[in-house]
């Protein structure tokens, strides 16, 4: 019913950028909050950040002053544009969307199936 698609993600080296992008699609009546989280070989899962619908935005500590998170509320689409990348920061990125389809009266958390960023040092 609903697929989130994310691309953006690659190989690049210390210091440089690297833009992902994630787009919900499917019969969606309105989406809340979206967000990024990533998950580095043998460690748990962590929120990187996080975006709602009015805008809010919060972030991990670790990315504060580096990544920033957008969205086209018209797309359903977020963005991370991370800045400043670590070799630390080498994960498999998730996005996520609490989204509630047409016909609905709750919504759900959706997840995308996760890009890799790999920094090289």
């Known amino acids: 019913q609903v697929q989130l698609v994310e691309s953006g993600g690659g190989l690049v080296q210390a210091g440089g950028p690297l833009r992902l992008s994630c787009t919900a699609s499917?019969?969606?009546?309105?989406?809340?909050?979206m967000g990024w989280y990533r998950q580095a070989p043998g460690k748990q899962r962590e929120l990187v950040a996080l975006?709602?619908?009015?805008?809010?935005?919060t972030y991990l500590e670790a990315v504060k002053g580096r990544f920033t998170i957008s969205r086209d509320n018209a797309k359903n689409t977020v963005y991370l544009q991370m800045n400043s990348l670590k070799p630390e920061d080498t994960a498999v990125y998730y996005c996520t969307a609490d989204i509630r389809l047409v016909g609905s009266v709750w919504s759900s958390d959706y997840w995308g199936q996760g890009t890799q960023v790999t920094v090289s040092s």
């Open positions: 975006i709602f619908s009015t805008g809010t935005t």
């Open positions: 499917g019969k969606i009546f309105s989406v809340n909050k």
